[in-house]
């Protein structure tokens, strides 16, 4: 089928809010294969992926080992029964993930014989199928454990839109035509954002009253945040914010929980952002990346607070659904957490990303009336697009984007306005391969901008 075709079929079939398709045919191209950076169209046109769709393909896409991985187990047992007869790759995923969170952030060197280290903590998992399912299980979590049903989040906060997680997810855009069914345990501090331009004298004074507020008229079981907020902007909190939180949750009794969908496995130049200030967070929430491709997700928190939380089953689970810890994802996820570790990808990707925000920083966009400004971590970056005046330029961002994408580069706008440009490519991409990309923008930088 060419492009025309199957897009013919989704005006026809499909229900219209899901897919944007621009009647001059200038929006969505039709992808029908994908293979490290490169994805391929339905007109057989190559692409270089700056978004690993949507960050999950961090060790590429189709990444040969992972794919093995899904093959053997595609053949050995498709399915098992979730909740009931369990399979083994779902205790080794749930073991992994304890060691690549809790255990790792909490080892201490033991005085042992054996000289082996022993961590303070261990993790305990909660498998799902999609980012916003993991956050659901974490909120669930919060009040089982503290028995507090309300929670904190932040304005920008992005954590999907299921109910529970849109009920914690701030843009009005979501929410608006649903509102009347939507939690009301939500309440919504601002985000600090630290970007150099702006005034954030007394932040942390402001954010500490307006947090007292809130413990004033609502018990609060859990502060959910994103570290790095992604589809709210790429942006970026001062390095205090973190720790804060840790000491205000430590303080009254609630549960810190970290969104890592995005911003974990590697993306921001560390396995998970929360290690860029030290903070360990009672549940961290992952998703995407997790396993390169396949929609399972995990909410894992410290196994003294998931079996606080969690009572022993006794035949009917609390928590499930049918696919949850499904096989082939499993398998996927082992292969993909391999690969993060041998091919060192939270080290690339600081690297790589130090690199490029560098390069992004220095562009200018003299003729087209813009102002640019970088910001980011690892290979998370993103490229703020504003009118001389200052207001957000988000028709202009797009229309970056799908020049972009006819010069053979994918890539997405975030944020409230749709005024940033976000990269987030597969972390194995290359110097060679991002300074195409930095060209061809510096070239539609350097005349008006195509319509
Ligand atoms: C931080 C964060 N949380 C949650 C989600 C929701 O994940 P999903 O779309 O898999 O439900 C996303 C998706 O972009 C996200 O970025």
Known sequence: MNTTEVLQLLRAHEVRNVTCIAPDGSWPVVWTRARGVHVWDAEGRRYVD????????????????????????????LHAMGDVHPHPLKAQLARELSRITFERWTERPRESASGENQPLLT?????????????????????????????IAFEGAYHGLGYGALSVTHREFFRRPFRAQLGRFAHFLPFPEAAPDRDHDGW?????????????????????????????GIRMPPPEFL??????????????????????FGRTGRWFAC????????????????????????????????DAAWPESRGEALHTSTFAGHPV????????LSEIERLK?????????????????????????????ARGMGLMVGLEVRRRDGAPAGEEAFRIVKAMLRRGYILLTEGEHGNVLSFTPPLTISKPQLRGAIAALQNLFGGPIPG
């Open 329 to 336: 994802g499993c398998a996927m996820a082992m292969a993909q």
């Open 275 to 306: 290690e860029h200030t030290g903070v360990v967070p009672d549940v961290i929430c992952l998703g995407k990346a997790l396993a390169g491709g396949f929609p399972i997700s995990a909410c894992v928190g410290r196994a003294d607070v998931m």
């Open 50 to 77: 700056l978004t690993a769709a949507f960050g999950v393909a961090a060790t590429g896409h189709a990444n040969p080992r992972v794919v093995r991985a899904a093959q053997r187990q595609l053949t050995r047992l």
């Open 345 to 373: 990808l939270p080290e690339r990707a600081a690297l790589v990303g130090t690199w490029l925000l560098e390069r992004l920083g220095a562009l200018r966009a003299p003729r087209t009336g813009l102002r640019l400004s």
């Open 204 to 232: 942390l004074e402001r954010l500490a009253d307006a947090a007292r507020r809130i413990l004033r008229r609502a018990k609060i079981g859990a502060v959910l945040v994103e570290p790095i907020q992604g589809r709210g």
């Open 123 to 151: 993790g305990k998992t909660l498998f799902c199928n999609s980012g916003f399912e993991a956050v659901e299980a974490a909120l669930k979590t919060a009040v089982l454990a503290t028995g507090k049903p309300g929670v």
């Open 243 to 264: 720790p804060w939180l840790r000491r205000f949750c430590d303080e009254h009794g609630a549960l810190l929980i970290v969104d890592e969908i995005y911003t974990g």
